[in-house]
């Protein structure tokens, strides 16, 4: 990655812009992991489209962003750049996506969450819940159960101190464990994957 200078002037800027006479402007300096170019230009720190924008065709309108209509976000090409609103933006990002990430097609096999807007994958989700129910990991990748390295229990000692009348002190000196333990697996917080 190219080290950002402290400052630009439009001439710096174009040197650090690939300018084919036809298609993309891939900028050259600093991508930020999103995709996009940055620099500082002017005392602010910007993105690179915007700055080509501005140094060729005037200030953003207010209210506006800009739109790669190429969709390469590396591009600083102000023929490539359109000023839409965010909506805009974002309803054309997601018109392009035809199929989930794995390649599942989203016609008849899409759900949409009704609070985020959010599309899922129906597949994707289905076959995430089935594998989820028997992995040793939990939602978040820790190991889980019999799996973790430091468990002073496993499953059947868990479905028997569930279905002991014993005292939790007596449990908890039976399996070498303290109280506190004994009382998360009765009331089902810690164990949950042992039925």
């Known amino acids: 990655m190219a080290r950002m200078p402290p400052r630009h002037t439009a ?7 690939d300018r084919p006479s036809v298609g993309c402007w891939n900028w050259r300096g600093y991508i930020h992991r999103t995709g996009y170019g940055q620099l500082r230009f002017q005392g602010r720190q910007t993105k ?11 200030p953003v309108p207010s209210g506006l962003e ?10 600083v090409n102000p023929a490539h750049l359109e000023p839409v ?6 309803r054309r ?6 199929a989930c990430r794995n390649g599942h097609p989203y016609e008849d096999n899409l ?8 599309r899922r994958c129906r597949t994707c989700r289905n076959g995430q ?9 939990d939602r978040h990748g820790f190991l889980r159960g019999e799996a973790q390295p430091r468990a002073k229990l496993n499953d059947n000692a868990v479905r028997e101190i569930r279905a002991s009348s014993e005292s939790t002190a007596a449990l908890a000196r039976r399996f070498e464990v303290s109280w506190p333990v004994i009382g998360a697996v ?3 917080k810690t164990w949950r994957h042992v039925i």
């Open 93 to 98: 990002a997601f018109a392009l996506k035809t």
């Open 129 to 137: 819940s089935q594998r989820r129910k028997w992995q040793s990991r």
């Open 85 to 90: 609103t965010h909506t805009e933006n974002v």
């Open 11 to 17: 001439e710096s800027f174009w040197r650090l812009a």
């Open 48 to 58: 690179a489209h915007v700055t080509a924008y501005e140094l060729t065709v005037g």
């Open 66 to 75: 800009l739109d790669h209509l190429c969709r390469n976000r590396a591009c």
């Open 111 to 118: 759900i949409i969450d009704t609070c985020s807007g959010a």
């Open 186 to 188: 009765r009331n089902g």
